[in-house]
């Protein structure tokens, strides 16, 4: 059984910086994808961005140039680098991982921006 733990949220100035980090335990394979996805309160879940088993990345375009998805294989962890935080950034923070046994989810964290 695959567990995803968050950790790294809480609050932050706008302009400010948080790194959250999502620790896998388990057998996750050499090839998944992980996936960070935030929800803001009273509205959708949504995507962030995603990074594949060889290191390659995508991200939403509401927060393309200021995060950053990077892993440590090694380790099985995710990281998300917030850079530049706005109000609009304010949710909680969910990580994801879907591998060729199934897809699984983290409890969440949550990140606030507001001065």
């Known amino acids: 059984q695959v567990q995803l733990v968050e950790s790294g949220g809480g609050l932050v100035q706008p302009g400010g910086s948080l790194r959250l980090a999502c620790a896998a335990s388990?057998?996750?394979?050499?090839?998944?994808?992980m996936n960070w996805y935030r929800q803001a309160a009273g509205k959708q879940r949504e995507r962030v961005g995603m990074i594949g088993s060889g290191g390659t990345t995508s991200y939403a375009d509401s927060v393309k140039g200021r995060f950053t998805i990077s892993r440590d294989n090694a380790k099985k962890t995710v990281y998300l680098q917030m850079n530049n935080l706005k109000p609009e950034d304010t949710a909680v923070y969910y990580c994801?991982?879907?591998?060729?046994?199934?897809?699984?989810w983290g409890q969440g964290t949550q990140v606030t921006v507001s001065s």
């Open positions: 388990g057998s996750i394979g050499s090839l998944n994808v």
């Open positions: 994801n991982i879907i591998t060729g046994g199934g897809q699984y």
